[in-house]
């Protein structure tokens, strides 16, 4: 038996950046995927690329109030009973990732979420990087952030959430989504010893030391609030 994986992308006048996550995708080796990609009317030209040219790859453009309603509209559309969030930038880390988790899957029937490592790269400096969900603190820390990239969440839990993100949040939005499955019981991770996503440096939550700042408050308020 195959999982049906669901890759979501969102994305805003990204387009070199999501023709990056989209190739990552195509070349994977395992084949029962859908990327759903949903866009915010762009104006770089992204609508202008031609999505019939990749397998499985469904293209949506509609207005959001931001990344994390963009990814509930995007939810919205998945039909695979694995899903992934993979925005423009993100790559998926080799050509065998998906494969290594439908495998994962498939021998822990129990499980609600699987877990893996996101490389934050500078590609600017490739000696500066981080190797995220990696070590003890993540194993052994009751309520640490795991990065959201390598969170792959089944579709009948996700659903659960009403909704998948809070989109009133700037950045802690996947925290908050965490803190809630904790919450109520519905946190069953299985955790795959590999590096599954890479993400570059610049993201909404590592911009900037404001940035910093403004996901810690946000984790506050929500270590506080649930």
């Not at 795991?146 to 969440?153: D, G, W």
């Amino acid at each position: 038996m195959q999982n049906k994986i669901t890759i979501i992308s969102v994305t805003l006048n990204a387009k070199s950046d999501l023709i990056k996550t989209i190739g990552s995708v195509q070349n994977q080796t395992y084949r029962n995927f859908e990327h759903i990609i949903k866009d915010a009317y762009s104006k770089d030209g992204t609508r202008e690329i031609n999505f019939s040219d990749f397998d499985n790859t469904f293209f949506y453009c509609n207005h959001d109030q931001g990344i994390y309603d963009g990814m509930n509209k995007a939810f919205r559309f998945a039909k695979g009973n694995l899903i992934m969030f993979l925005n423009a930038g993100d790559t998926l880390f080799d050509e065998n990732v998906l494969n290594l988790i439908n495998n994962k899957f498939l021998e822990n029937p129990l499980c609600s979420c699987l877990i893996g490592y996101t490389a934050q790269i500078n590609y600017q400096n490739l000696s500066n990087f981080k190797l995220l969900g990696y070590g003890w603190p993540y194993r052994k820390l009751p309520f640490v952030q795991f990065p959201h990239p390598s969170f792959i969440l089944r579709n009948d839990v996700a659903k659960k959430l009403q909704p998948l993100f809070d989109p009133f949040l700037s950045i802690a939005s996947d925290y908050k989504q965490q803190l809630i499955l904790r919450k109520r019981n519905l946190f069953k991770p299985v955790f795959l010893d590999s590096v599954i996503t890479i993400m570059p440096i610049g993201g909404k939550s590592t911009e900037s030391m404001t940035s910093y700042i403004m996901g810690f408050l946000e984790v506050c308020k929500l270590s506080f609030g649930l």
